[in-house]
């Protein structure tokens, strides 16, 4: 089982971007996905969360401006970034809560992707 997260990149103050993290796998079901985002020299923060029934939560500090979702499938999560600002500058991670998978099927508590990075410029 992997998430690849993609979709990162340099934007101006103000911008958009959108986040994309996909499972693969063999995969049966993902209970929870969510976003995560380091910047440099910082601790690890919460950004969002989208539940296997599309409940959505966000951080304060991006609600209003950010939007999780996920596929018909569920196998993919997406952040939508509005109005960028130059805080949100930070290698975001996406992860998964409550993977199962293959024939059996198997069970992941919680699984990470790799990270990728936003730049926004004021």
């Known amino acids: 089982v992997q998430l690849q997260a993609s979709g990162g990149g340099s934007v101006e103050a103000g911008g958009s971007l959108r986040l994309s993290c996909a499972a693969s796998g063999s995969i049966v079901s993902i209970n929870s996905m969510g976003w995560y985002r380091q910047a440099a020299g910082k601790q690890l923060e919460w950004v969002a969360t989208i539940s296997k029934g599309v409940t959505t939560n966000y951080a304060d500090s991006v609600n209003g401006r950010f939007i999780i979702s996920r596929d018909n499938a569920k196998t993919t999560a997406y952040l939508q970034m509005n109005s960028l600002k130059p805080e949100d500058t930070a290698v975001y991670l996406c992860?998964?809560?409550?993977?199962?998978?293959?024939?059996?099927?198997?069970?992941?508590?919680?699984?990470w992707g790799q990270g990728t990075k936003v730049t926004v410029s004021s």
């Open positions: 992860k998964a809560e409550g993977i199962r998978y293959g024939s059996t099927p198997d069970y992941l508590p919680n699984t």
